[in-house]
């Protein structure tokens, strides 16, 4: 198993532009998340998914659209990029939805700079 | 939203030394977690803790669930270089999808 992939690793943008972050999981997962990671602020959740067709907003969804079409994948749009969203980005999945978050699976995480 | 407040942000050891964070929070949580970030990577599971008053083992790393459910400490015993990295705890409330993290423990290993 690839377990958690995320594409591309590095991308700078120019503000206002619009980009996916594609996150994919080999593993039939049913939970998948996004979080980004800013300096001195742990994670924070920006959207998840409980299954295909399912999905609903964590602490920071501004900005940010996601869906579900399919159990592997997860992609992350940011539909007019700004400087603010500047950040490292992670996808994460789990076998169970809800409750059972414990067992997340990290990608090695998108570094996002936005001009 | 829940806040997390981790402490240290930073710990500069000797390695043998143990080592020891802790997390609070304003906030009942049902479960707590512990994570290692490697850099450039993301957050792998060290312990997951259920209930209150849980303390749990692994390996080297202990961790407990405090009583009242609002905390959570992370011990390490006889550190040694691979243990640097940044220490992230994570707070889940029953049935809820959302997860809070810590900002993190920055911890150095000098050989």
Excluded at chain 2, 45 to 63: D, H, P, W
Excluded at chain 2, 87 to 99: E, V
Aim: charged share 15%; hydrophobic share 30%.
């Amino acid at each position: 198993n690839a377990g958690v992939t995320q594409t591309p690793k590095f991308q700078v943008l120019k503000t206002g532009q619009s980009m996916t972050l594609q996150c994919a999981q080999d593993m039939n997962h049913e939970y998948m998340s996004w979080y980004r990671q800013d300096p001195g602020m742990g994670l924070r959740l920006i959207h998840y998914s409980v299954g295909a067709g399912i999905t609903d907003q964590g602490e920071v969804p501004n900005g940010y659209n996601v869906s579900r079409s399919t159990t592997e994948d997860f992609p992350l749009r940011l539909l007019s990029a700004a400087p603010s969203q500047t950040s490292v980005y992670f996808c994460a999945s789990s076998p169970t939805p809800g409750g059972g978050q414990e067992t997340q699976y990290f990608g090695p995480g998108t570094r996002l700079l936005v001009l | 939203g829940q806040q997390l407040n981790q402490s240290p942000q930073s710990m500069f050891i000797q390695e043998g030394e143990d080592v020891s964070m802790n997390c609070t929070s304003s906030s009942i949580f049902n479960t707590w977690l512990w994570y290692k970030q490697d850099p450039g990577e993301g957050p792998v599971l060290l312990i997951a803790l259920y209930k209150a008053g849980e303390l749990t083992s692994n390996g080297r790393l202990t961790a407990q669930f405090g009583i009242t459910r609002k905390d959570s400490f992370l011990n390490i015993s006889a550190s040694i270089p691979s243990d640097v990295g940044i220490y992230f705890c994570a707070g889940q409330m029953y049935n809820n999808n959302d997860m809070r993290f810590g900002a993190g423990t920055r911890l150095t290993v000098k050989p």
